[in-house]
Nanobody
């Protein structure tokens, strides 16, 4: 059974940093692109980033480039999301998903999500 477990969220002041982790199990982790999206109350789901499987090429959303970066360690079945210079508008529940695809400027996420981790940025 596929499991994705996110962690690392919390409360941080604006300008601060957090690193989220997503640990996968129940599938061959290194064979899949993994991504992050976020959901804020009353807002549509927003893609954050996607990283390819074996070569680890990141595709960060334009609005977050320079602040957020995705990486992965296939030996640990883990994908990370480093978030710097956080803003109050980054407040959301962050989910990792498998698989993901970035194609023609759009993100596509598969059916496997974790439970999410709450990120709250205070002003």
């Amino acid at each position: 059974e596929v499991h994705l477990v996110e962690s690392g969220g919390g409360l941080v002041q604006a300008g601060g940093s957090l690193r989220l982790s997503c640990v996968g199990s129940g599938f061959t982790f290194g064979d899949y692109a993994i991504g992050w999206f976020r959901q804020a109350p009353g807002k549509e789901r927003e893609a954050v980033s996607c990283i390819t499987s074996t070569d680890g090429i990141p595709y960060d959303a334009d609005s977050m480039k320079g602040r957020f970066s995705i990486s992965r360690d296939n030996a640990k079945n883990t994908v990370y999301l480093q978030m710097n210079s956080l803003k109050p508008e980054d407040t959301a529940v962050y989910y990792c998903a498998a698989p993901c695809l970035f194609y023609s400027g759009n993100y596509y996420f598969g059916d496997y999500w974790g439970q999410g981790t709450q990120v709250t940025v205070s002003s």
